[in-house]
């Protein structure tokens, strides 16, 4: 039986797209269903194009509304893939360890609260760093802040822009999220994917 997928979007969803593509055939898992807090999120077609129902929260904030959208699809696995709002106390409850995030960079550093979109590279650029890339991490109540299962790191180069780091790192995020996804849907939780695996 198939792991079932709910992919949450607030943006243009290549994250989701890579999902899409990626678990089809032969792979253990599905994406069941697409949510959005925003009607305009370039995902929502994405979704469609694919055949996945995708809905739009009417409150981003209202867990039971969650609660019944993703009871309805029987979702096993909720992947945040550029969701920008905070996932309700009472979702995080009840799909305890069971939520994932993707974050542009090495988390602990260059997350938290307002740190999305090309904040993130600014800040990573600002500090030096002579690395990034993404990091997949459960979800709790707080930003940024659950345990990793998985990071892989890019160069960062000298002449970057906060423009050409964000490709760099989006490149490898669309390998690593349904790397992590199938690796949950082989193990019936989410699991940690270490570099080597
Ligand atoms: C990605 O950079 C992801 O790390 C972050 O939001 C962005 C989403 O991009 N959480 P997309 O909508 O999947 O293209």
Known sequence: MSYRVAVCISGGGSNLQALLDRLQGEAPARVVLVLSNRADAGGLERARQAGVPAEVLSDPADASEWITRLGRRDVDLLVLAGYLKLVPPGVVQKYAGRILNVHPALLPAFGGAGMYGTRVHEAVLASGATESGPTVHLVDEVYDRGAILAQRRVPVLPDDTPDRLAARVLAVEHALLPEV??????????VPVPEEA
């Not at 996804?181 to 989410?190: D, E, I, M, N, T």
């Open 181 to 190: 996804v199938l690796a949950a849907a082989r193990a019936g939780r989410p």
